[in-house]
């Protein structure tokens, strides 16, 4: 059996860092995840109340998890790589609450809690011609059939 996932999405609130009685961090958060559908089917989800997104709760142990409540926040684009567990507890009414999360094995932060990288990010979005980018950088060479691809 594998139990493998890889998740893209936005998070829905700033992360929560807690730790273990033995000084372990655990960051929590979740994660908006848009379901594939045409833009026909979205406008007609959205149109009768139904989601058009899903919320899974995304836990990521150690210093990983340290470092994702230091520099994701609510917004944040990010991908996880991980698996689901599923899990249950009785509340404080001694009703039984069945969990799903997805632990992660590796979280890529895919956009900059500062601006720092935005202004990279803005002047290349701003060119234009990629010709004038590349300048005189790349020679065109002559096909004389000899490459072998």
Not at 57 to 76: A, D
């Amino acid at each position: 059996m594998i139990n493998n996932l890889t998740l893209v999405g936005r998070l829905v609130k700033d992360p929560e860092l807690r730790y273990t009685r033995s000084n372990i961090g655990v960051c929590s958060f979740m994660l908006a995840v848009d379901r594939e559908m045409s833009k026909e089917k979205r406008e007609e989800a959205k149109a009768n109340n139904y989601p058009t997104a899903d919320f899974p709760r995304i836990v990521v142990w150690g210093k990983m998890g340290e470092v994702c409540s230091k520099y994701l926040q609510k917004g944040s684009l990010c991908a996880i790589v991980g698996k689901i567990q599923t899990g249950s507890y009785k509340d404080k009414d001694g009703k039984m609450v069945y969990t799903t999360d997805v632990i992660a094995d590796r979280v890529r932060f895919l956009d900059s809690k500062s601006g720092g990288d935005k202004d990279k990010a803005s002047a290349y979005n701003n060119i234009t011609n990629i010709d004038d980018y590349f300048d005189d950088d790349f020679v065109a060479i002559q096909d004389d059939r000899r490459i072998p691809f």
